[in-house]
């Protein structure tokens, strides 16, 4: 039995159990209980405050862990990260009151900084030579430099939409975050036996997410054209149809790249495209 630590409510919950739900793992999300097993996966879920979690998985409380690469890079514990996840994205920056001309890194000398992250901060500055008085506060940061508590502050930022709500300006990004799946660095084989089918799968899944499958029918003589606009998994399934001058293209399109795609496919004649989502994939 593998155990993984999930924060217990938050920002990441969600995404997490998300995450294993799409892994054909199931979990019973009982607010109330603390420990919960899988069904069906030799997987246990410990549920914590998001803090608590890579000093659990150092210590081997849990073996791996999902949390914020902020909260393991402040935390410094023995543990290492086993792959990125692709959630939870924000950066951890310096912002200012938005009146204030801003002169580069040196304007922090002197002054007072509100934060929650003290140790990214604290090591920042000192990279940097800065001296500047660290005020530590749990939450609300951006509240402090308008009511008098702080120069500044060092805090999450992730639309932005925080600071200017704040009359904050960001100055200076830190830091850039998003999810991450810790590990202890001890494991005995079964449990790594665990790890790598549960890691299979989340890879299974994470692939498929921004990737749509499309199918089209198109003109034979303007196939070969509009399979030099697709970049398909190794080459896409064309398909007889009925009528002999036509034909089905299957192929998998990147969402980054979807529209612009499409666009093109239609200029090349291609009719009745239909987008559907992927559940997972395996290369
Ligand atoms: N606005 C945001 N956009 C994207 N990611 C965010 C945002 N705010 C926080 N995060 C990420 O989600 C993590 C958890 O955030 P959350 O606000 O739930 O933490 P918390 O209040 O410390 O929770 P806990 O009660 O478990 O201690 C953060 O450490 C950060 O990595
Ligand atoms: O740049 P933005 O998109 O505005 O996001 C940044 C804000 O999001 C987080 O707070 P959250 O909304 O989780 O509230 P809380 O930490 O105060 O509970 C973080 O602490 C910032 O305050
Ligand atoms: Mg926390």
Redesign the pocket.
């Known amino acids: 039995m593998l155990r993984i630590a999930v ?7 969600e995404d997490t159990m998300n995450l294993l739900k799409e892994a054909d793992i199931k979990v019973s999300e009982s607010k109330r209980t603390l420990l919960v097993q899988s069904t069906n996966f030799p997987l246990e879920v410990l549920f ?6 890579p000093q659990s998985v150092a210590s081997g409380v849990a073996d791996i862990g999902v ?5 393991f890079e402040e935390r410094q514990e023995d543990a290492h990260i086993i792959r990125p996840l692709g ?4 950066r951890l920056s310096l912002a200012i009151p938005k009146t204030i001309d801003y002169t580069g890194i040196s304007w922090f000398n002197g002054k007072k900084i509100a934060t ?1 992250y003290p140790g990214i901060l604290r090591r920042f500055m000192n990279k940097n030579n800065i001296q500047a008085d660290i005020h530590v506060i ?2 609300s940061v951006e509240i402090s430099p308008g009511i008098g508590l702080a120069d500044a502050i060092f805090d ?4 932005g939409s ?1 600071l200017i709500h704040n009359n904050l300006k960001e100055v200076e990004v830190v830091m850039k ?3 991450v799946l810790i590990g202890n660095w001890k494991m005995d084989d079964e449990k790594r036996k665990i790890l790598n089918e549960l890691l299979f799968r989340f890879e299974a899944v994470q692939i498929a997410r921004d990737k749509k499958y499309v199918m089209m029918n198109a003109p034979k003589d303007k196939v070969a054209d509009i399979i030099k606009v697709l970049p398909g998994i190794k080459s896409p399934t064309i398909i007889p149809l009925s009528d002999p001058e036509w034909c089905a293209i299957h192929t998998v399109l990147d969402e980054a790249r979807f529209w612009e795609i499409i666009g093109k496919l239609k200029e090349l004649g291609a009719q009745g495209i239909l987008v559907s989502p992927i559940e997972k994939m395996i290369l």
Do not use: W
């Open positions: 924060q217990s409510k938050g920002r990441l919950y914590l405050r998001d803090d608590d979690i949390v914020g690469e902020n909260e959630f939870s994205k924000c929650s749990t939450g999450i930022v992730s639309s925080t975050s998003e999810a």
